[in-house]
């Protein structure tokens, strides 16, 4: 069984908006498009700050404000496949520059985030262990 780390993270505003983008489904298929958090795989040999960092700047073209917090960490098994995923919270600014890897975004509320369809399951689970 292969084991792969994923970082993910929640990112806010000033306007205490928080950050989702919209999965693109083309470069995605398996996955289909659904709403999430910025982030993704590791790569071994550095850091999880640097990989967070790193994602953030590819998917957005943001940067990281500060220090930012681990939230929840997820065990999403797979067949042939463990991904450990470790969600943080943290602030950001700027104006969004999306990659190829989602079509949308929005900076939205909490109840707002909560009516988003479709959204990614293992969000969701964040979501769900969170208290804003």
């Known amino acids: 069984m292969e084991l792969q780390v994923g970082v ?4 806010k505003n000033k306007e205490d908006k928080y950050l989702v983008l919209l999965r693109s489904a083309e470069k ?5 498009q659904q709403w999430e958090i910025p ?3 590791i790569t071994p ?3 999880l700050d640097e990989n967070l960092k790193r994602e953030v ?3 957005t073209g943001l940067e990281i404000l500060g220090e930012f917090t681990l939230i929840t960490a997820q065990d999403i ?6 991904i450990v995923r470790l969600s943080y919270a943290g602030l950001a600014d700027g104006k969004v520059k999306l990659s190829d890897e989602h079509t ?4 939205l509320n909490l109840e707002e985030i909560l009516k988003l369809d479709p959204i990614d399951q293992y969000f969701k689970e964040v ?3 969170i208290n804003f």
Request: no cysteine; hydrophobic share 25%.
């Open 8 to 11: 993910k993270i929640l990112l």
């Open 28 to 32: 995605y298929p398996e996955a289909g």
């Open 39 to 41: 982030g993704g795989r």
């Open 45 to 47: 040999g550095t850091t």
């Open 57 to 59: 700047k590819e998917e």
């Open 77 to 82: 098994l797979k067949t042939n496949k463990h």
């Open 104 to 107: 949308d975004f929005k900076w």
């Open 127 to 129: 979501l769900n262990k």
